[in-house]
């Protein structure tokens, strides 16, 4: 079953990644925040996919091929404790996901690949919930749920900072001091790092 998950978890992956605008999309988020690893960005910009994006199909596709998979997938959710950390290594990455954040970062470019990311999100809440039993994400695991909710607000507020200084930087004209930008830039990067680290 694993073999499967994962399966249809890289066609959704690749699915994305050959979407006609994508790497007009991946490219406006990336070379804003520099030359950074592909897992980095993603944390920056609060998408997350690297930890959650492709389980929402590949667990969907696998229950829709036999009913019983659901019954089975759920007694090794309860039995199987890396397949459990697999789940909830997923619940949190999604927790800490912040779509309607995520979305300015990729403002001015082609709202498909925004929009496939936001229903790949629904399919793994879908999926995870009928796994898991639980109505909300980590719902299980009550303080580490409350960690991530009470941080999110303020990690937010860092992302927002970090837009406008990012769009005051693109905005520069060629003579234009932009070094306290640059440096208001690398502030909210450390800080949104430390606050996802702490959470991990």
């Not at 890289?10 to 699915?15: D, L, P, T």
């Not at 580490?144 to 992302?159: E, G, K, M, Y």
Request: aromatic share 10%.
């Amino acid at each position: 079953m694993m073999e499967k998950i994962s399966d249809y978890a890289m066609q959704s992956y690749r699915k994305l990644s050959k979407l006609p605008a994508f790497s007009e999309w991946y490219g406006k988020i990336s070379q804003s925040l520099g030359q950074l690893s592909d897992s980095f960005i993603f944390m920056q910009t609060r998408y997350h996919l690297s930890g959650w994006y492709g389980i929402g199909q590949g667990l969907e596709s696998l229950m829709s091929e036999n009913a019983d998979n659901v019954s089975e997938l759920r007694k090794m959710y309860a039995s199987w404790s890396f397949f459990r950390e697999l789940i909830d290594n997923a619940q949190r990455n999604m927790l800490q996901c912040r779509l309607a954040i995520a979305k300015c970062y990729s403002e001015g470019t082609d709202k498909r690949v925004h929009l496939q990311i936001a229903g790949e999100y629904e399919k793994a809440l879908k999926a995870i919930s009928e796994i898991t039993g639980q109505k909300n994400l980590l719902e299980k695991e009550p303080l580490l749920r409350s960690s991530v909710c009470f941080r999110s607000p303020w990690i937010d507020a860092l992302n927002l900072l970090q837009i406008e200084f990012l769009n005051r930087r693109r905005k520069a004209s060629e003579d234009e001091e932009t070094g306290p930008v640059h440096y208001a830039i690398a502030l909210t990067m450390n800080g949104i790092s430390a606050a996802m680290q702490s959470l991990s």
